[in-house]
């Protein structure tokens, strides 16, 4: 049989290693005038596939800016992003069907898990694959298994409101996963947990890295766990770099 040949060679980067989020020179410019202000300036990075990289910076430097623009949900004024090797956006041109591309191949999580509160937990994480056009029944048992593997199955049939936070933002992070998306992003993610839960769900995402093959971004204010993550970036003013390594 002869193997078949990647027709997209941007897929992997130099060292072989599949790329799933890269930012060229991404910058974003709100307003304009005398409330012109560059959120966000050439920001650059490199995600590989099973990868989980921290941003950092204070507040108002451009980390949700960023973390939004990857996700397609803010488009950037100018700059570059390529996701599992596809140009998805040129500047604020859209090069794909965003709502779809982001439906399949983008979870997001956020500081509040903004969970469907009519919805029990099962059917939170059901319906992003149903409306991925998923039967009702696989969703349904693919929902269970991810609920299961997050350590929440026991609370499926509960609605939002009689799970803890710690338990909704597992529940977050398995709607994320429904769709085996190739980026994950998550903004501040742990801001309402303490510090052992935050831990988990920090230390799931690494597992979620290792084990699905995506490519994680979150954004994170929590310097405690920074161990769990393979490469530092830190925004500042705008400007994104990747941090040095860790101080002795
Ligand atoms: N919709 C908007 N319109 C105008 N300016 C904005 C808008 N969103 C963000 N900004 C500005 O862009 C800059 C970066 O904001 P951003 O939300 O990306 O920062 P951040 O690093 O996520 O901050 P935080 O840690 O507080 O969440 C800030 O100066 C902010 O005021
Ligand atoms: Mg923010």
């Known amino acids: 049989m002869t193997p ?12 072989g290693r599949e790329v799933a989020i890269q930012t060229t020179g991404l910058t974003k410019v709100y307003g304009s005038g005398n409330t012109e202000v560059v959120a966000m300036r050439d920001a650059d990075m490199v995600v590989h596939a099973g990868e989980v990289v921290a941003l950092l910076g204070p507040s108002g430097s451009g980390k949700s800016t960023f973390l939004t623009a990857v996700g397609l949900i803010n488009p950037p004024t100018a700059g570059q992003v390529t996701i599992g090797g596809q140009l998805v956006m040129d500047g604020p041109l859209p090069k794909v069907n965003l709502r779809a591309f982001r ?4 979870g997001f999580v956020f500081q509040k898990s903004n969970l469907i509160d ?41 609605r939002i409101a ?14 994320a996963l429904a769709n085996n998306p190739k980026v994950i992003l998550a903004d501040e993610p742990t801001a309402a947990l303490d510090s052992h839960r935050g831990r988990q769900v920090m230390e799931l995402f690494q597992r979620v890295a290792r084990e699905f093959g995506a490519g994680v971004i979150v954004v994170t204010h929590d310097h405690r766990t920074l161990d769990v993550f393979d490469t530092i970036y830190e925004m500042e003013d705008g400007i994104m770099r990747e941090a040095t390594a860790k101080q002795p």
């Open 103 to 106: 439906r399949k191949y983008v």
């Open 118 to 158: 009519f919805l029990n937990a099962r059917e939170n994480v059901q319906i992003a694959m149903e409306l991925n056009g998923m039967s009702s029944l696989a969703a349904r048992r693919r929902a269970m298994q991810l609920l299961d593997s997050l350590g929440v199955s026991d609370r499926s049939e509960h």
């Open 4 to 15: 078949q040949v990647a027709d997209n060679s941007s897929i992997a980067s130099p060292d």
């Open 162 to 175: 009689m799970l803890s936070g710690g338990q909704q933002q597992r529940v977050a992070v398995a709607r």
